[in-house]
């Protein structure tokens, strides 16, 4: 490793400037939760689907449903996808959601879609884990910083061919729903939600960790689709993420995701959002 420099003279003063937050986020449209909380009151069952440990499946959700993921067994991590159900090239955006919410998000906040149309693709409504804010090392629930565990980097690091990873349970499971093929598939799975992982940077050497997940089965997140939604989540074969990932040593527990339906009317109003209104001209003509 190279031998840092040494600091010049004004080095504390640098680094006592006060940060800025990048992207205020007062003017973006505030989630209509009053509205949705009422609708999910009302609304029924209609579609549930069962992702086993170590595997994922796909899932869809008409715009204007919930969709609620939770723990069954034991303490278990979800990677998560969506797509727009008919565009995959519309898919969320975890770097812009980080950069507009935070590194985790809760209820109340959103899940964006990709650029050109950089909407909101889902609305956080409800996380049975909203209590457990920021912990003393800085971890954090549901994150939108990891990436999802992949064979290329465990190939790289270790050397190994592991297949039950998070990026290939959730090619498989595109392939599988969509009848792509594999090399198909691949290139559409995006970084991810990291539903129920408790993670954070280390403040020495700015490193992500992750730690024991405080999820416990009956805990849930919910969301609701703001447009048509493909989704697919992976049971992440580090289960609770509490020592490693990428292997097929960690306790694994599956996860539940159900689709609700509100009734008639009870969304009156709503609007799914149309498309991000910047003109696309990027500064060549008019």
Not at 251 to 260: D, G, I, Q
Request: proline content about 8%; aromatic content about 10%; charged content about 20%.
């Amino acid at each position: 490793m190279t031998d840092l420099p040494l600091p010049p003279a004004d080095a504390e003063d640098r680094r006592a400037i006060a940060p800025v937050i990048c992207y205020p986020n007062e003017t973006l449209p505030p989630p209509p939760l009053a509205l949705y909380r009422a609708a999910r009151e009302g609304a029924v069952k209609v579609d549930e689907v069962l992702v086993p440990a170590r595997d994922a499946r796909c899932f869809e959700v008409p715009a204007g449903h919930f969709f609620r993921i939770s723990s069954m067994e034991g303490p278990q991590v979800g990677d998560l996808n969506l797509w727009h159900r008919d565009d995959l090239n519309e898919r969320f955006y975890s770097g812009k959601t980080r950069a507009l919410h935070g590194t985790h998000i809760t209820a109340g906040e959103r899940m964006w879609s990709s650029f050109p149309t950089l909407r909101p693709m889902a609305t956080l409504t409800a996380d049975t884990l909203g209590w457990y804010g920021i912990d003393a090392y800085g971890g954090s629930v549901h994150d939108v910083i990891g990436t999802r565990c992949d064979p290329y980097t465990g190939n790289l690091l270790k050397g190994d061919q592991y297949h039950y990873c998070c990026h290939s349970n959730l090619t498989r499971a595109l392939a599988d729903h969509s009848g792509m093929s594999l090399t198909e598939a691949e290139p559409y799975v995006h970084d991810v939600l990291n539903v129920f992982m408790c993670t954070g940077f280390t403040r020495d050497t700015g490193q992500y960790f992750m730690k024991a997940s405080p999820v416990r089965p009956g805990d849930y997140l919910e969301a609701f689709a703001e447009i048509p939604l493909l989704g697919a989540l992976s049971a992440c074969p580090g289960g609770d993420c509490s020592a490693e990932h990428s292997s097929d040593t960690a306790a694994c527990y599956p996860l539940l995701v159900e689709v609700f339906a509100p009734e008639e009317g009870a969304l009156e109003g709503w609007v799914s959002p149309t498309v991000n209104g910047y003109d696309r001209s990027h500064g060549r003509g008019d």
